[in-house]
């Protein structure tokens, strides 16, 4: 390399390459030795790679661990750290349309969202997995699990939600704000006609949480719906 800049485009770059190599492994063993096993080797790979990186990272960048985490998080302010979670969140947002308009205008609107739905049937069941690994949930945490999921997505910390209990079997999950309809609406276009992935991306990561757990669409654009809400989905646990 001839410059620093040069060098620092490679490093980000070498970035980009570990993630997608990363991702890539997930898809090979999901494709050939099917969903189950491929997020048992998830489960290990993801642990084990990550304390391998950052733990080379922090000799070089010459930060302390504390617990298989970077300790200049650790002792990060809570505000400081929930605005890095709600830009981490926003910028997976931005990464979501960036795609989505790398399709639509490459080709057309039809193929963006044929891949877009395509995509949350992958990605819904994924998120899910995360959470659960993340917060030690069981295999059928039912639905005060799905609850706890629910908060805990990325698009919690980018939109405004909320849950309405119906019975002691069901309740209904309501997305009050959403960032891309509210920005369209600011902008005096229709609703973006959404339903299409949510038909794929909340039943997905329902049955994810509990297997037990089948998924109702109330409402979602193109459908009419309240001021209050932009979606609403009913979740029910069938024992």
Same mark, same amino acid.
């Given at each position: 390399?001839?410059?620093?800049?040069?060098?620092?485009?490679?490093?980000?770059?070498?970035?980009?390459?570990?993630?997608?190599?990363?991702?890539?492994?997930?898809?090979?063993?999901?494709?050939?030795?099917?969903?189950?096993?491929?997020?048992?080797?998830?489960?290990?790979?993801?642990?084990?790679?990550?304390?391998?990186?950052?733990?080379?990272?922090?000799?070089?960048?010459?930060?302390?661990?504390?617990?298989?985490?970077?300790?200049?998080?650790?002792?990060?302010?809570?505000?400081?750290?929930?605005?890095?979670?709600?830009?981490?969140?926003?910028? #997976?947002?931005?990464?979501?349309?960036? #795609?989505?308009?790398?399709?639509?205008?490459?080709?057309?609107?039809?193929?963006?969202?044929?891949?877009?739905?395509?995509?949350?049937?992958?990605?819904?069941?994924?998120?899910? #997995?995360?959470?659960?690994?993340?917060?030690?949930?069981?295999?059928?945490?039912?639905?005060?699990?799905?609850?706890?999921?629910?908060?805990?997505?990325?698009?919690?910390?980018?939109?405004?939600?909320?849950?309405?209990?119906?019975?002691?079997?069901?309740?209904?999950?309501?997305?009050?704000?959403?960032?891309?309809?509210?920005?369209?609406?600011?902008?005096?276009?229709?609703?973006?006609?959404?339903?299409?992935?949510?038909?794929?991306?909340?039943?997905?990561?329902?049955?994810?949480?509990?297997?037990?757990?089948?998924?109702?669409?109330?409402?979602?654009?193109?459908?009419?719906?309240?001021?209050?809400?932009?979606?609403?989905?009913?979740?029910?646990?069938?024992?």
């Amino acid at each position: 390399m001839n410059n620093k800049k040069e060098m620092v485009e490679l490093l980000l770059d070498f970035f980009h390459r570990t993630t997608m190599h990363h991702a890539m492994w997930f898809s090979e063993v999901k494709h050939q030795m099917g969903e189950e096993k491929a997020f048992k080797a998830l489960d290990t790979a993801l642990t084990k790679s990550r304390n391998i990186q950052l733990k080379r990272l922090s000799k070089v960048l010459g930060f302390e661990m504390e617990e298989n985490l970077p300790a200049p998080l650790l002792n990060m302010e809570e505000e400081t750290l929930k605005e890095l979670l709600d830009a981490a969140s926003i910028n #997976w947002l931005a990464n979501d349309g960036v #795609w989505f308009q790398a399709v639509e205008f490459a080709d057309n609107m039809f193929d963006a969202k044929r891949c877009n739905d395509s995509c949350w049937a992958q990605f819904s069941p994924l998120e899910a #997995w995360s959470i659960k690994r993340l917060i030690g949930l069981g295999d059928h945490p039912g639905l005060d699990g799905l609850k706890e999921a629910l908060q805990l997505r990325l698009y919690a910390y980018i939109n405004e939600q909320s849950i309405v209990d119906e019975t002691d079997t069901s309740f209904v999950f309501q997305m009050n704000h959403c960032r891309v309809q509210d920005a369209r609406k600011r902008k005096g276009l229709d609703d973006y006609p959404c339903k299409s992935a949510g038909m794929v991306e909340y039943p997905r990561f329902a049955a994810a949480i509990d297997s037990r757990i089948k998924t109702e669409c109330i409402g979602c654009p193109p459908d009419p719906h309240p001021e209050e809400w932009f979606c609403a989905w009913k979740f029910t646990l069938e024992e």
